[in-house]
Structures are given as C-alpha cells and as structure tokens.
C-alpha cells in the first residue's frame, strides 16, 4: 500500500524518480482499462456476465526497476482475491506470464512486463491481445477516428479519466443494459435483438469523461455506465483528495 502524495510531492517524484518505486510508478502512471468481450450467457434463466478485462499501465520506469515491486502487488493481490491461489510463470514465444489461478475454480489473474508498460488481465487472450495491439501485431484504437472525434468532442484531452465504446460494441452493450434500467432481467432474445437493431441505427459510439470542476456537486454517475466507469470512478473516489469535486458526462454519437 502506498499513500497517494500530494500535487507538488508527486510532480517531484515524477520527474526525478527519486523515492519508493510503488510511489514513482504512482506518480508516472497512465492507466487504460480494456474491455475485450462483455462474455455474456444465459443460465438456467439467468444472465450471468464475465467480461474479459485488461488493466494496462503505463509505468514510464524501466522494467528492470518495476520488476519486483510490480511482481509483489500482484502477488498480494491475488492472495486477497482468491485466498491460496496456484501461481506459475508461463513463457509464450519469449515472453513470460505470470499466471495465478484460483484453487475452486478457473478464475486467473495474468500479468506481464514489457518495456515500460504493465498488462493485467483476467485471461490469458486478454492479456496477449493487448500485448499485441501495443507491438502493432494487431489493430488498435490509438489511430481511430471515432476515438479521436470522441475525445474530441468531450474535451478528453484535459480529463481526468475518459472512457469509449466503438460502434461495433455500442448495440451489444446497450442492448445488455437497457432492460437492466427499465427493471428488466437481460437475456430476451426478442427484446435484445430489438435494442441492439435500433441502437445501431440511432448512434454509433459512446463516451464518457471525469473532470475536476471547482465548486462542482460530487458526481451521480449515469444511469448504466460501462463497467471501466464505474472502476475509473472508484480509483478516484479513493485517490483523489477528499475536497476535490469532479463529474462526469456521457456522450453518445449518432
């Protein structure tokens, strides 16, 4: 555990890298949480939901300094997580996961190091997918245009956190939430199919950011936002010092 410092302390510890690591890798840290598939499924009449998340995060530190600190939070996560969870390095084409699996079911937590940049996620194809989007082996959103407009349009530049759903996963996820909001339980092929046509015919992507606003009221977050809003919310809520106010905003774009 490492106590968030203040604005000045932290800018120093930015710039010099003199101080814990944990305090340096705080200070320098950009954060990105990826969602991949949202993993839904209906069972026994039930829709059950297990998303295939990535943390990643980028240190701006060496590998060679992150190395254990990083190994070690991890470590102490799982075993907060999972209790006695079974942990094993795996090297795949070179590049070593470090894996920790769950002892009463298949639930993992899989981490790697490379370069500057920490991938921490929830499966195996999360992780390696985000691993090759940041070596170019596949595609990413760093260059796509609706990003762009996105962060345009909502000023993300300035933000504290920004958040975006491209077109492509926009009807899913709005088909998912929307009987959520209107009290229903997911998972009616009919109405989902309807939400999810409808969508995609009346916008394209959405967004969302959080920003500092002085004397601006404490945030009400909207209504059903995206799992990484909520998450981003939560670290801030416990980051960020207690006078400081911020609100978020959601945007959609037709």
């Not at 059950?48 to 600190?69: D, G, M, Q, W, Y």
Request: aromatic share 4%; net charge positive; charged share 20%.
């Amino acid at each position: 555990k490492t106590d968030w410092p203040s604005g000045e302390m932290r800018r120093l510890v930015a710039f010099t890298g003199i101080g814990p690591t944990s305090s340096v890798i705080l200070a320098r840290a950009q954060v990105a949480i990826v969602m991949l598939d949202l993993g839904s499924r209906e069972e026994a009449g039930t829709m059950t939901l297990k998303p295939e998340v990535a943390l990643v995060i980028e240190t701006h530190t060496s590998k060679r300094r992150i190395n254990a600190t990083v190994e070690s939070a991890l470590q102490t996560f799982a075993q907060r997580l999972y209790g006695n969870p079974t942990a094993k390095r795996v090297v795949v084409d070179g590049d070593e996961f470090l894996v920790w699996t769950a002892a009463d079911d298949n639930r993992q937590i899989v981490g790697i190091i490379d370069g500057t940049v920490v991938i921490v996620a929830n499966s195996d194809r999360a992780a390696k997918a985000c691993l090759e989007a940041r070596r170019g082996l596949r595609p990413s959103l760093r260059n796509d245009p609706e990003l762009q407009q996105m962060k345009t349009s909502l000023g993300a530049e300035n933000a504290l956190a920004f958040g975006f759903v491209p077109s492509s996963r926009a009807p899913e996820l709005l088909a998912l939430l929307t009987p959520v909001a209107l009290g229903r339980p997911p998972g009616d092929a009919q109405i989902d199919g309807l939400v999810a046509r409808s969508a995609a015919k009346i916008f394209s992507s959405a967004g969302w950011t959080a920003k500092l606003i002085d004397g601006a009221a404490p945030p009400s977050a909207p209504a059903a936002p995206p799992i990484a809003a909520q998450v981003a919310g939560s670290l801030m809520r416990k980051y960020m010092p207690a006078q400081a106010k911020y609100t978020m905003m959601l945007r959609l774009v037709s």
